[in-house]
């Protein structure tokens, strides 16, 4: 019931951010000089008023801002100006899977490297192995994704020939641009389990699960690492934010063809719907994921209550 | 069940974590075509109709065949370049011309066939191109066709009093589907009902679809004559009850009887009297207005070649390109589509000539980084880079896999003829002359373009392009001077307006250079994004601004009809009454030489005034495979797919 | 003088226990946190380190480099790091005003041919290679290139760093990339300060529906994708109709692109200010204020901002290096800073472009890549730093 009513309220905080999103976005894109009918050979007055009553680029602003409103709530965005064989709801659809599968490969990357290495860092605490762990977790989490990927483009694609250039479409070519992705997140949350680690492992209770014999393994996996948990999970929401603008990049660099390359040539070419309908379905996401994280949270800590 | 997920929380994750692992991994994997290709951008549209870029083009010549196709055919020119024929190796296997030029009639061959297997007919041809001039779908390219008797008074809904009309009833089987159309009558229009102080304006209010020749309210009162009888209606594009239309009813009641004034979907130019015909199943005629050497090669453009018409109707005007959908009459066919990332076309057997056609698979990618393109090249995984970069060239250059030719496109720059003091042609022309054409080709471009001293390529057939001097700093601080700027005094900073792209830049900075150190002209540079570019040309609010234009086929006219007076890509306000009067006369010249004259006259014209400054001819740039066999070096660029085949022989790089 | 004697004791006595107290009190938070700073030797390298970049990012005009924005494609095309010397030129270009000056001196005044010269003389000094080399610099920049050129004449650095494909001097770029990127860093974060702090202060004192409206407000803007919306301003902004508007007003654009990021960076900031006001403002000083009738904006900004500074500062070296990366990030996407400005964003753009299997010039992006991503490791580590020194309950952290 609690967790209904959170939903619930929730829906609604996210019917109020879409909405603001879209009436920003909507009045900034109609004032931003050039239009997506302009093309590489000038249109003929006649072609173009078709055109733009074919869009509905012809009425008031104002009705085009309800019409396009209404038609948002009923989940159309119509069509795409130039994908012109596509709606937008079928490019986003295409988009989204993309880059959800390239998001999530960097997520698991990002955690099970980023809590390996702090588990080891913690366990290990100031030797080699922390040190340098450490150097690399803060290391990963200076260097700009786009630096890493041109460095590891270098290394693995020319000089070992290990994966393909860019592409999508086999397993080879996603590995690179998803640790790529990752490699910041792995390096937050390396540090974060370090930390929390630490903390639980200096515990009396931990103390006395040696005492009783555990062996320790069994602490450390236990008991620590549900210590580790409860900051690497409140990360991961700043961390899935990261990860959207992160493939940006990567999606750009790797010639993937995801929801970041739609919208940053619709943003370009002015395709007005395209750019709207990758935006709101961005800030669903993030609204979704941020919640989705405040759930879990509550599920793991006893002593969160949702509100 | 909190507690329960409390409890398994690490495993409920790592499971979640393992499923969608395995999801994002299997996520559509393809086999590998056999032959992949970069084609440098995501194509708009597969739609003949509506697609307009050489991108688009390449794969529409794949899916669709036209009526004739423009093929490399003959002897390579002192450059190596094969030239490009339209030729009767496509739809048509035969077409005559009548004696004075006007009549064009193609023979369709009798195993054309849809890849559904339905016969191509002469009607499909008839009822595409209807389709391709039909105001509603708003074809940009819609003018190649204008050479037709009466095409350009259907596109544009210019209907005269007298002029026969067809009728299009609000009864579409679907709704908000343009096809298949409504109830069609075919009749006369004997009144126009206009309001009679706007009757004159230009533009279309753009919300009655029958409109674009015609402007805001109208009413049509129609005449059909039916075994003898004649009945007259009235009907309107707009609603009834409009405001505007009620007015109208209003001024013309005595007149007319309105009383059952119908609302319709289109009043438009009877088609049938459009000088675009199916004879007979096989027998396709086209009258055209005057004499159109360059016909044929319209006819092998792209926007002209058919759809079919069951799945157009069947699916609506966007579904049907959806693979899947596709019924094409080309060597390919559409097996997938994957957004921004790649076309898969496989072979289609049912092709006329499909046993001519090598490959089996093709992958049509959509990078837009040339470095990107180019690595994957040289990296195995693709086998035709259409675009490498320029820093590169000269390495690429000595490598046997480039293939590099001057074809017909020319890099100029507009000059804006309204504005002081570009609106004196001495100083258009000093402009032209003060730049070091040779040093740009040599030093940013690099690939082996040709310095331009005219804006019509060579290599067109039999024609001789004109000239406006060459790279003079002396003549053209003569020219200046004698506009009345010695050194440049008194001459105001000109803007080089040009788009954010490729080495425009560079381009723009030698030439501000050129221009201050040998005139003494302070020039400024303006970059914009591509589409603000597109609309500050448009509106005219530059100087002097970058441009390219790529000939649409192999005939002078393909550049030098974009600058008649007001023409919509003239652009640079520049009008010549003779100018106009050449371009008009070629168009009814049925002599090749004396017309090639005429052009000649007409480019030098244009030459001698200077609206535009020519700065090199492109070459086209191609990394191919060694392992691709039937890839030729041509004066358009043109390299159909279905000519390529795989040497696997040749296989190891 | 007898009767306020006893007073004045007793006021120096209780002003002698406030100054006391004052100094025990301001040496134990700040003196000890720097204390325990200075025992942290990776942070105080970092530290050293980045004192040492933005001093010369300042001083770049002033140093012996070559011009970052001048090309010359025909002879310096994308060439390797080396030592060849390379001369600016602007002596020869002022000797060669100054052999025009004593020729105008030997001329009749009035002459033909002395108006000639003048004329000529003014031209050169209109169009002056400072200009040219330095993209018409303001004023401060013009001073410190006047200053390299009194010291150093025509000399410059070799292009150790090679040169890019315009053939300009990639060392060159780097240092004046710097500027552009440190001051978006400082800027929009001292943007971000001013809002998070003001915002959260309010929201956290009011406390009550206000608070709740604010931070509901927060965790919307929390879920707006911002950096989306920054694209679609930026190539707002690069209209050229905005652009003459900002330039009227004399706004570059660069200047709103740092307050543009600065503005979407307050969301935490607003956060940990409300949190620790809210702790603080039930503490006795606060009613002491009260009581001695300061307005609601004095107890905000004069008594609880400045107590919960700690954090702050805490936060804004993290925010720092992050800002940094954005802007890093926007100028990689082609949204961000616009040539003839140069950011290290910018820099590791163009390196990328030009990184391929044929011939690598790592020199490109290798140099622009190693300034940017040393920069933001000094940052982080001196951010770890300043966060254990000062909250020594987070320490171990």
């Not at chain 1, 997506?36 to 000038?42: A, C, D, T």
């Not at chain 2, 057939?461 to 004109?466: P, T």
Request: glycine letters at 8%; charged letters at 20%; one cysteine or more.
């Amino acid at each position: 019931m609690q967790v209904l009513m959170f939903l619930l309220k929730r829906f609604g905080w996210m019917i109020v951010t879409v909405w603001i999103v879209f009436t920003i976005s909507f009045f900034l894109m109609r004032h931003i000089p050039g239009g997506p009918l302009n093309g590489e050979r000038v249109l003929s007055e006649a072609v173009r008023a078709r055109l733009e009553a074919r869009y509905n680029l012809d009425a008031p602003l104002s009705e085009q801002y309800f019409t396009h409103l209404w038609n948002t709530m009923r989940l159309d965005f119509g069509p795409s100006f130039k994908l012109q064989d596509y709606t937008v709801n079928e490019v986003l659809a295409q988009g989204l899977p993309v880059s959800a599968a390239l998001g999530i490969l960097g997520m698991v990357f990002a955690i099970s490297i980023g809590m390996t290495s702090g588990v080891i860092s913690a366990v290990r605490r100031n030797s080699v192995y922390d040190y340098s762990f450490m150097l690399l977790a803060t290391l990963g989490i200076a260097i700009p994704n786009f630096v890493l990927a041109a460095m590891l483009i270098v290394i693995f694609v020319f000089n070992l020939q290990m994966f393909p250039a860019a592409g999508w479409g086999d397993l080879n070519q996603i590995i690179l641009p998803a640790f790529c992705l990752g490699a910041p997140f792995a390096g937050y949350i390396a540090r974060l389990t370090r930390t929390g680690m630490l903390e639980v492992l200096g515990n009396d209770y931990i103390r006395t699960a040696y005492a009783k014999g555990l062996s320790p393994r069994t602490v450390v996996l236990k008991h620590g690492l549900r210590g580790a948990l409860l900051p690497v999970v409140s990360y991961l929401g700043p961390a899935i934010a990261g990860i959207l603008t992160g493939s940006l990049v990567l999606e750009r660099i790797f010639v993937i063809p995801g929801m970041g390359s739609h919208f940053i040539e619709a943003a370009i070419q002015r395709d007005y719907t395209l750019a709207m309908g990758a935006l709101l379905t961005y800030t669903v996401l993030l609204f979704v994921m941020n919640t989705m994280v405040d759930l879990a949270y509550s599920i793991i800590d006893p002593r969160v209550k949702l509100e | 069940m909190v507690r329960f997920l409390r409890k398994y929380f690490p495993i409920c994750l790592l499971l979640l974590a393992g499923v969608s692992v395995i999801w994002a991994v299997n996520l559509g994997t393809l086999p590998p075509a056999e032959f992949v290709f970069n084609n440098g951008t995501e194509v708009k549209t597969i739609d003949p109709a509506k697609a307009t870029g050489v991108p688009e083009g390449r794969v529409i010549n794949a899916l669709y065949e036209g009526l004739l196709r423009s093929v490399p055919d003959g002897d390579p020119d002192e450059l190596g370049r094969t030239p490009t024929k339209p030729k009767a190796v496509a739809m048509a296997d035969d077409y005559r011309v009548s004696n004075d030029g006007t009549v064009y009639t193609f023979h369709i061959r009798d195993n054309a066939k849809w890849s559904n297997g339905d016969p191509v007919t002469a009607v499909d041809f008839a009822w595409s191109w209807m389709r391709f001039l039909h105001p509603e779908t708003a074809s940009e390219y819609n003018y190649q066709l204008f050479y037709a008797v009466n095409a350009s008074k259907f596109a544009f809904v210019d209907l005269q009093e007298g002029d026969p009309v067809e009728v299009e009833m609000k009864d579409r089987p679907v709704p908000g589907q343009m096809f298949p159309r409504g109830t069609v009558r075919h009749g006369r229009l004997v009144s126009l009902l206009q309001p009679h102080d706007d009757h004159q304006s230009a533009a279309d209010d753009g919300h009655g679809h029958g409109g674009g020749g015609i402007s805001g309210a109208a009413i049509f009162v129609v005449e059909f004559q039916q075994d003898g009888t004649v009945t007259t209606a009235a009907y309107t594009t707009q609603a009834v009850e409009s405001e505007e239309i009620q007015a109208l009813v209003n001024a013309y009641q005595g007149e007319y009887d309105l009383s059952e004034l119908t609302s319709v979907e289109h009043v438009l130019f009877d088609f049938e009297h459009v000088g675009i015909k199916a004879i007979s199943r096989n027998e396709f005629e086209v009258t055209l207005n005057s004499p159109t050497p360059y016909f044929p090669e319209l006819v092998a453009f792209y926007p002209l070649h058919p759809v079919h018409r069951p799945s157009l109707e069947k699916y609506g005007d966007r579904e049907f390109t959806k693979p899947g959908n596709l019924v094409g009459n080309g060597p390919f066919l559409l097996k997938e589509r994957r957004i921004r990332d790649r076309l898969r076309l496989v072979k289609n057997d049912q092709y006329w000539n499909a046993e001519n056609v090598h490959l089996e698979s093709v992958d049509v990618l959509a990078i837009q980084s040339e470095t990107t393109s180019l690595n994957m090249y040289l990296n195995g995984q693709l086998d035709w880079d259409t675009k490498p970069p320029n820093t590169l060239i000269p390495l690429l250059k000595q490598r046997e896999d480039f293939v590099s030719t001057p074809f017909l496109a020319c890099y100029f720059y507009r000059v804006n003829t309204s504005k002081p003091p570009l609106d004196n042609p001495l100083v258009r022309k000093a402009l032209n002359m003060a730049i070091d054409k040779q040093s740009i080709v040599d030093n940013i471009v690099k690939g082996g373009q040709i310095p331009a001293r005219s804006f019509v390529p060579p290599g067109m057939n039999g024609y001789e392009s004109a000239y406006c001097g060459e790279y003079n700093v002396q003549e053209a601080k003569r020219l200046l001077a004698e506009a009345g700027y010695p050194n440049g005094q008194g001459l105001p900073t000109i803007e080089i307006l040009y788009n954010t792209a490729d080495s425009h830049r560079d381009i723009a900075e030698v030439i501000q250079q050129d221009w201050k150190k040998n005139l003494g002209v302070d020039v400024s540079l303006r970059n914009l994004e591509w589409g603000t570019f597109l609309d500050t040309l448009r509106v005219g609010d530059y100087m002097v601004s970058r441009s390219g234009w790529i000939g649409d086929y192999a005939d002078p006219n393909t550049f030098l009809d974009m600058f008649v007076t007001d023409g919509p890509n003239n652009q640079t306000k520049w009008s010549s009454r003779a100018y106009d009067n050449d371009i008009e006369r070629a168009k009814y010249e049925s002599d090749p030489a004396k017309r090639m004259a005429i052009f000649k006259e007409a480019e030098q014209r244009l030459m001698d005034e200077q609206p535009i400054i020519p700065i090199y001819f492109y070459v086209s740039l191609n990394m191919v495979n060694t392992r691709v066999k039937g890839f030729s070096a041509n004066l358009q660029d043109v390299h159909p797919l279905h000519l390529l085949s795989i040497d696997s022989r040749g296989a190891e790089d | 003088m007898s009767i306020s004697d006893p007073q004045k004791s007793e006021l120096e006595r209780l002003t002698a226990i406030l100054r006391e107290a004052h100094e025990v009190q301001g040496v134990s938070l700040w003196a000890d946190a720097w204390k325990r700073l200075k025992r942290n030797k990776a942070a105080m390298l970092s530290l050293w380190t980045l004192c040492v970049i933005v001093l010369l990012a300042i001083l770049t005009p002033a140093l012996p480099l070559q011009s970052p924005i001048f090309q010359d494609v025909k002879n310096r095309e994308l060439l390797p790091p080396a030592l060849d010397s390379y001369s600016l030129g602007i002596g020869e270009y002022d000797l060669e005003t100054d052999r025009l000056r004593a020729e105008a001196r030997k001329l009749e005044v009035g002459s033909a041919e002395y108006v000639e010269i003048q004329e000529a003389i003014a031209a050169r000094q209109q169009t002056h290679p400072i200009d040219l080399y330095w993209n018409n610099p303001g004023f401060i920049t013009r001073g410190l290139i006047k200053l390299r050129l009194a010291v150093f004449g025509d000399y410059c650095i070799p292009s150790i760093f090679g040169t890019d494909k315009l053939g300009r001097d990639v060392l060159s770029r780097v240092f004046w990339g710097s500027r552009v990127s440190l001051a978006c860093g400082f800027i929009a974060t001292l943007v971000s300060l001013i809002i998070g702090v003001s915002y959260g202060a309010i929201s956290g004192y009011l406390g009550g529906m206000v608070d709740n409206i604010m931070m509901r407000l927060v965790d919307v803007f929390y879920s707006i994708p911002f950096i989306f919306i920054v694209i679609f301003i930026m190539s707002f902004l690069s209209s050229p109709d905005i652009r003459l508007t900002l330039q009227e007003y004399n706004i570059d654009q660069i200047h709103v692109f740092f307050l543009l990021i600065g503005a979407i960076y307050w969301l935490t900031m607003a956060r940990v200010v409300r949190g620790q006001v809210i702790s603080l403002k039930n503490e006795q000083f606060i009613e002491a204020a009260k009581t001695i009738g300061a307005t609601r904006m004095q107890i905000v900004f004069r008594h609880l901002v400045p107590n919960v500074m700690g954090i702050v500062i805490v936060y804004l070296t993290l925010t720092i290096p992050a800002v940094i990366r954005f802007e890093a990030f926007l100028s990689f996407l082609g949204m961000g800073v616009n040539a003839p400005d140069i950011s290290w964003g910018l820099l590791v753009n163009e390196g990328v472009q030009v990184i391929t299997i044929l011939k690598t010039y790592w020199w490109m992006i290798a140099f622009s890549g190693m300034a940017l991503a040393l920069t933001l490791f000094a940052l982080n580590f001196l951010g770890d730093g300043v966060r254990d020194a000062l909250d020594p309950k987070l320490k171990n952290k």
